[in-house]
């Protein structure tokens, strides 16, 4: 369902019109005319149908009003004389289709639809927007602009946190497959026999539990991109199967023997270094090859400081507008705290930071008070020191078993965010249940 305006200095037609888009699950707001629709459109829409020729304003002028306020919403033009000149003008102004009097149901609905697509991939494009202006993210961008078009497969590695999930959906969303699934599976989430469902499918009573067939993500993301992250743990085995996949471009359900042809553009991410692990024998070379046709590394966010100011205004917009909040600033002196912080999570740390900010915030700006103690005390913030870029220094005497070593760390890191485990998680990389798993006890 969409919220639109529909506007027609004619009541038959403007009431007809009106029942056709909310029979089809709309919510219509309508008015009589382009001035009476100015009083309207500071209000949200996703789309406006207005007719061409109207009193006091018409839907050209209406139109041009938009274009100039910079209001970005979608625009279908009617008119029941049909003039190639208003047609061209309409689309010089922005409009996204023109359609003439009488017309049929269904081709006011599919022009309604597919606008209203159109619009929704155009807004993934801008919530997938990738800030900062430093030299790493404009080569990076220039990259995934290159590369999108493309039906290459794509390696994006880096850190944890950098945000390579977000360089996937901006390929994806810049690509002629915008219009069909993103689909992301985390390949170190889940063991190895139900990644394999996952990802191909399986048929009845193929093994425990499979009471009944089903299509795997690879079906489901069919003319669409399908990301795979954590590559880097896939199990052996399905490092084979995947390969196969890629290769000759069809799965088979687990416990199957037919096989199906699917279209999907596959992007791997990964923290890392395959080439590494494909020398040592954890990764097979030809599957890395047959996924490395593009490699992009997203850059730590401590590498490009001046992004950070630009970065943190960016998640304070969106969280503002999750949480339903009026916070229109971060103050210099948190600012001056944020940028000094070296952001061992990355991208996702300064994400979660500011958001919990915000939701802490009393005030209309974030202030120090809001940010995390860790973050306050400069527990690891300054960029300066042997342990700027990792933050308090655990000391481990040598020949600490390794389990004891992971539980200080996991013990430390939760003592740092208060004993926030989805941060924790996030910092090191792992997933929540990973932390109680590690412990011997629940946290």
Known sequence: MARILLVDDD???????????????????????GQA??????????????????????GLDFLRFLSNSGEDVPVILMTAYGRVEDAVWAMKLGAVDFITKPFRRQTLLAAADAALKRNSAKQKVKDHEMT???????????????????????????????GKELVAR???AL??????????????????????????GHEKGAFTGATAASDGLFVAASGGTLMLDEIGDMPPGLQAKLLRVLQEGEVRRVGGTVSRKVDVRVIAATNKDLRRAAADGAFRQDLLYRLEVISITVPALRERPEDIKETAMHFLRLSTKKHEKNITAISDAAMSILVRHAWPGNVRELSNVIERAVVLARAASIEPADLPRHIQGGHGGARTGPDA???????VPLGTPLKQVEEMLIRKTLEATDGDKSMTARLL???????????????
């Open 389 to 395: 870029a990792t933050g308090t220094v655990i000391p």
């Open 132 to 162: 900062g202006g430093s030299s790493q993210m404009r080569s990076l961008l220039d990259t995934i602009r290159q590369v999108a078009p493309t039906a290459a497969s794509v390696l994006i590695t880096g850190e944890s946190g950098t």
């Open 170 to 172: 901006k390929i994806h």
């Open 11 to 33: 009541p038959q037609a403007l009431e007809s019109t009106r029942k056709i888009l909310a029979y089809a699950g709309h919510d219509v707001v309508t008015a009589c005319d």
């Open 37 to 58: 629709a100015l009083e309207l459109v500071h209000t949200r829409f996703e789309l406006v149908v207005t007719d061409v020729r109207m009193p006091r304003m018409g």
């Open 175 to 200: 690509s002629a497959r915008a219009q069909k699934n993103f689909i992301a599976l985390n390949c170190a989430a889940m063991p190895e026999q139900l990644i394999e469902s996952e990802l191909f």
């Open 429 to 443: 990389g792992i997933h929540s249940r990973t932390i109680c798993r590690k412990l011997d006890k629940p946290v």
